[in-house]
């Protein structure tokens, strides 16, 4: 089992920077692929962007591109995502996922789920 606890969310402006972190436990977290997802009221969850176990592969949804970064720290078993010129269209509930596989993670049918964290952008 892996658990996930996102955090790092709030309230911000348009313009603004936000950095969310997700701290996993429970296996190795190198073993693991970790991605974003986001989901917005009333719409489908979106994949966000992805990294691989050694950081060495990373991939974005085009509307991110630019913007949003994705990292990790194996020895802290931690996972970020730096949102820059944040949009009001940026506001949903972001999720992080693990999976061994980087097609399943990408495809959003991980096992392994944070509880989410809200992010909220105003205009």
């Known amino acids: 089992q892996v658990q996930l606890v996102e955090s790092g969310g709030g309230l911000v402006q348009a313009g603004d920077s936000l950095i969310l972190s997700c701290a996993a436990s429970g296996r190795t977290f190198s073993n693991y692929n970790m991605g974003w997802f986001r989901q917005a009221p009333a719409k489908e969850r979106d994949f966000v962007a992805a990294i691989s176990g050694s950081s060495t592969m990373t991939y974005y949804a085009d509307f991110v591109k630019g913007r949003f970064t994705i990292s990790r720290d194996n020895a802290k078993s931690t996972v970020y995502l730096q949102m820059n010129s944040l949009k009001p269209e940026d506001t949903a509930v972001y999720y992080c996922?693990?999976?061994?596989?980087?097609?399943?993670?990408?495809?959003?049918?991980?096992?392994?789920w944070g509880q989410g964290t809200q992010v909220t952008v105003s205009s």
């Open positions: 996922a693990a999976d061994s596989s980087m097609f399943t993670l990408r495809s959003g049918n991980s096992n392994y």
